[in-house]
């Protein structure tokens, strides 16, 4: 075979998966089994097959038994064909590769010298492709890298605690990764770049839509010295299940996760648990016990599954495979005399810190808010009335969006219409 023949070859194929990933959504295990089986290019001719009502379903399936029997989920294979169809006719992947490739973007695939090894470790999991812009490769700068998520409502501390971990670790050499969003990610993402570090963001919509728009001065720095990448085709929007999901990739290329901040329902403890599957490490910072914003690090830390780090250095250690300085040295118990030397003074205002305490942290109303609204809460002032346009700046999103957000805010009994716009309502103690 000649060279213009091969690079024909590889560009059907670069295009065939392309297609495939508009045409799935993330982690879809089966059509990776089903892609490594048979290939990019006979699974797309397949589903367009069906698309186009010359095939059936299920008789794409029977064609496809005897080879893929041995496929996670093959006998959904039926089901899946048909639900792939729904987008078959319309995935055109040399439209999506021109269209990112105008952004200076690119499509890397995981037979590309580009590709990550370490997300080779999610199995039927890893995804098919991965879709990136800006000037880093992805195998040189995930060789040595550190994810570093938490809360988006981010508290002075937990801001301060990404800010100086990031510094210190980009100044090591480490890539910092994270997921781009508002508070313990863009407080990583922004001294990375200060350090002149390199930072990787993962995203869940298309690369050439960067969410939240009001991080998009900070998203073009992370151009210049890092990459944007994700798996979900251009165009498509961020979605909670793609959050989820693409916490998988945040875990999978870095060798250690810290949890910054996080609340007891945070997403970012969902990064830790792919971490967790992964067998990679994770760490947490402590924060103060008043602080709703620490619970779920600290739940992390309490069931031995992450180390409490309080420095770069400690992060350092994990990732070199240092012993663990907690729960297994047998340091910690050596400490209880004196712990319990100080106990009368805590226990006599029991009752009082029990009612303040982040027990009461899963009540919280706001945990139980999707992620657009928990956005236009944090966005709010309890003092001054904003306007629709200006809450929709500042959350990045659309007005459509943002005043669905202000009504549930509003039926939640968390926001109020005032006559020159909306106020946050302080929630009763």
Not at 217 to 230: K, T
């Amino acid at each position: 075979m000649n060279d213009d023949s091969m690079n024909e070859e590889s560009g059907d194929i670069r295009a065939a998966v392309a297609a495939l990933l508009r045409i799935g959504e993330p982690g879809d295990g089966l059509l990776t089994g089903l892609v490594d089986e048979v290939g990019p290019i006979a699974v797309l001719e397949l589903i367009r097959a069906v698309a186009a009502g010359t095939s059936s379903a299920a008789e794409a399936a029977d064609s496809l038994t005897p080879i893929v029997n041995a496929v996670a989920g093959s006998g959904q294979l039926g089901d899946a064909l048909d639900r792939w169809a729904v987008r078959g006719e319309d995935a055109q992947g040399q439209r999506d590769l021109e269209a990112v490739q105008r952004l200076g973007g690119r499509l890397v695939i995981p037979s590309d010298d580009e590709w990550p090894p370490a997300l080779r470790d999610l199995g039927p999991a890893a995804p098919l492709g991965l879709w990136v812009r800006g000037k880093a490769r992805l195998n040189a700068a995930l060789q040595r890298a550190a994810a570093i998520v938490g809360a988006r409502a981010a508290s002075n501390y937990g801001t301060k605690c990404a800010s100086d971990l990031a510094w210190d670790l980009a100044a090591r050499g480490l890539t910092i990764v994270s997921g781009g969003a508002f508070g313990i990610d863009a407080a990583a993402h922004r001294a990375a770049i200060a350090r002149d570090g390199t930072t990787i963001a993962f995203m869940a919509g298309g690369v050439d839509r960067f969410y939240p728009a009001a991080n998009t001065d900070l998203f073009h720095q992370v151009l210049e010295c890092g990459a944007i990448v994700s798996e979900t085709a251009p165009g498509m929007t961020p979605m909670r299940h793609r959050f989820l999901l693409r916490n998988r990739l945040i875990a999978a290329s870095s060798q250690v996760t810290v949890i910054v901040e996080a609340g007891w329902r945070s997403g970012a403890l969902n990064t830790a648990r792919h971490a967790l599957e992964l067998s990679r490490e994770v760490a947490a910072f402590p924060g103060s016990v008043y602080s709703a914003s620490s619970t779920g690090t600290h739940r992390l830390i309490r069931h031995h599954e992450a180390e409490l780090v309080t420095s770069c250095q400690d992060v350092i250690e994990l990732i070199g495979g240092a012993q663990p300085m907690l729960f297994n040295d047998g340091s910690l118990p050596s400490q209880g005399p004196r712990l319990r030397s100080e106990g009368p003074s805590v226990r006599s205002e029991g009752p009082r810190l029990r009612s303040e305490g982040p027990r009461q942290s899963p009540a919280d109303p706001i945990d139980d808010l999707a992620e657009r609204e928990k956005i236009c809460v944090n966005v709010l002032s309890a003092t001054k009335a904003l306007d629709v346009g200006t809450v929709a700046a500042r959350a990045g999103l659309t007005v459509p969006n943002t005043l669905s957000a202000l009504a549930l805010l509003e039926l939640a009994g968390l926001s109020a219409r005032r006559d020159s716009g909306w106020v946050k309502l302080r929630r009763q103690k």
